[in-house]
């Protein structure tokens, strides 16, 4: 897969050399299931047409730019994080376009032609509540129309799990009050954080979000191996582990990971044994 960060200086040199494609359209911030639909739509798209697969993401969060930096938004991964499970998913390029004002003003027409039409999309793939274009009065019942007729248009529907949309904002809203067991329904995976041993706690990497104060039952997973341990987020935004996992952090350069199991409320939950997780140290190979 490549990926391209798209910015005003270099945006015809892409347009010049692009092809076509049938491209996904969204923020994907976490990657969700809502997000996997879209995706997957606009896969089966461009393989009905032998056509490469594209996505074109934003960054950094258009709220950020348009808050002049007043709004803070809780990312759920970095792109590093979004460029490996595009992959995954097939995708073939990766367009990270730079989120400024001059872009924000774009008119929904302009956004059209020049980030989609010139760019070789023949056909758009987004949820069916993407916005785009100044103040964001674009949108996926209008864009066939922004293209001037061009491009081929397939909205998404909404995906909902019991009757709850699935969204980033609502990922974020259950990290936010600690209900972490919910999100393999929302996500599709566990979820995971990137971190950095400082000897006496862990410290997570930017562009991911903590789930609230409290105690917790995660793995942490180095390199080579992993751990099942329980683990504290402190008010600070600390990782306290509350058992030794000196075999995992025996090079403290390296970047550990931690994958969200449950929230332990009053005395320890034995669910990790139950669903046959395994605890203590084991190898990965």
Same mark, same amino acid.
């Given at each position: 897969?490549?990926?391209?960060? *798209?910015? +005003?200086?270099? $945006?015809?040199?892409?347009?010049?050399?692009?092809?076509?494609?049938?491209? %996904?359209?969204?923020?994907?911030?976490?990657?969700?299931?809502?997000?996997?639909?879209?995706?997957?739509?606009?896969?089966?798209?461009?393989?009905?047409?032998?056509?490469?697969?594209?996505?074109?993401?934003?960054?950094?969060?258009?709220?950020?730019? $348009?808050?002049?930096?007043?709004?803070?938004?809780?990312?759920?991964?970095? $792109?590093?994080?979004?460029?490996?499970?595009?992959?995954?998913?097939?995708?073939?390029?990766?367009?990270?376009?730079?989120?400024?004002?001059?872009? %924000?003003?774009?008119?929904?027409?302009?956004?059209?032609?020049?980030?989609?039409?010139? *760019?070789?999309?023949?056909?758009?793939?987004?949820?069916?509540?993407?916005?785009?274009?100044?103040? /964001?009065?674009?949108?996926?019942?209008?864009?066939?129309?922004?293209?001037?007729?061009?491009?081929?248009?397939?909205?998404?529907?909404?995906?909902?799990?019991?009757?709850?949309?699935?969204?980033?904002?609502?990922?974020? !809203?259950?990290?936010?009050?600690?209900?972490?067991?919910?999100?393999? %329904?929302?996500?599709?995976?566990?979820?995971?954080? /990137?971190?950095?041993?400082?000897?006496?706690? *862990?410290?997570?990497?930017?562009?991911?979000?903590?789930?609230? +104060?409290?105690?917790?039952?995660?793995?942490?997973?180095? %390199?080579?191996?992993?751990?099942?341990?329980?683990?504290?987020?402190?008010?600070?935004? !600390?990782?306290?582990?509350?058992?030794?996992?000196?075999?995992?952090?025996?090079?403290?350069?390296?970047?550990?990971?931690?994958?969200?199991?449950?929230?332990?409320?009053?005395?320890?939950?034995?669910?990790?044994?139950?669903?046959?997780?395994?605890?203590?140290?084991?190898?990965?190979?």
């Amino acid at each position: 897969m490549e990926t391209i960060y *798209l910015n +005003p200086d270099n $945006l015809a040199d892409y347009q010049h050399k692009a092809k076509q494609s049938v491209m %996904a359209l969204g923020f994907f911030d976490g990657i969700h299931n809502g997000h996997r639909e879209v995706i997957k739509t606009a896969f089966q798209k461009a393989k009905e047409r032998n056509l490469s697969l594209s996505v074109m993401s934003f960054f950094p969060h258009p709220k950020t730019v $348009l808050s002049n930096g007043k709004t803070h938004v809780d990312y759920l991964m970095p $792109l590093s994080d979004k460029e490996k499970i595009f992959c995954e998913l097939g995708v073939d390029i990766f367009y990270i376009v730079e989120f400024d004002r001059e872009f %924000a003003s774009l008119s929904p027409e302009k956004f059209a032609a020049k980030y989609l039409v010139d *760019l070789g999309v023949v056909h758009a793939v987004a949820g069916f509540d993407y916005t785009y274009g100044f103040r /964001g009065d674009g949108n996926m019942d209008r864009l066939k129309s922004d293209s001037g007729g061009i491009l081929e248009v397939t909205k998404v529907e909404k995906v909902e799990y019991q009757g709850e949309k699935i969204s980033s904002t609502c990922i974020r !809203e259950k990290l936010a009050s600690g209900n972490i067991e919910d999100l393999p %329904a929302f996500l599709g995976r566990l979820y995971e954080v /990137g971190c950095e041993w400082k000897g006496t706690s *862990l410290t997570v990497r930017p562009h991911y979000t903590l789930p609230a +104060p409290g105690k917790y039952l995660v793995t942490v997973r180095g %390199a080579n191996q992993s751990q099942v341990i329980e683990m504290i987020v402190t008010t600070e935004k !600390e990782l306290i582990p509350l058992k030794s996992f000196s075999e995992l952090s025996s090079n403290y350069n390296d970047v550990l990971s931690i994958i969200w199991h449950e929230q332990i409320l009053g005395k320890v939950k034995n669910s990790y044994q139950e669903n046959g997780w395994v605890q203590g140290i084991v190898q990965i190979g």
